[in-house]
């Protein structure tokens, strides 16, 4: 942070709060005010992280534009509404759902596919069976006289 933006962020936000949250003497402060003395790489992360909830403190560039705002959730660029520290942990639980809901629906659909086929070639086989008896004219039977017999068999 440069010596412009250290003075603007404090005009923002208050020498004093500045100073009570960071527990700094007045000297410090007043050094780190003028330029005499660098401000540490730490306080600043602080001050961004307290004061303006900006996350790009901590994680860098990736991270521009993720704010906590003052009701501690934390806000997305582009989100109206904030999220929780439990929506937040959820989104992963959810993203582990997903991931086992795709892998079971590949499973599923490559079972379809090996059902299908399974059922094209038990069609061309009774088609098979079908012409062979035409050609020896035998009787094609059909299932439900056949049901019949067995449930009769059966009494």
Known sequence: MELHQFRAFVERHGDLAIRSYLDVS???FR????????????AIIAMRLHFEGDLSALGGEQWEHF???????????GWKYGWTAGAVRGLFFTRQLADALQKDLAA????????SAELARERLRAEGYKRAAARNALPVMRIKPVLRLVADNRR
């Not at 704010?67 to 997305?76: E, K, P």
């Open 26 to 28: 007045p000297a410090t």
């Open 31 to 42: 050094r780190w005010k003028t330029g005499q003395s660098r401000i540490p790489h730490s």
């Open 67 to 77: 704010r906590f705002g003052s009701d501690g959730l934390l806000y997305l660029p």
């Open 108 to 115: 599923s659909q490559k079972a379809l596919q090996d059902v």
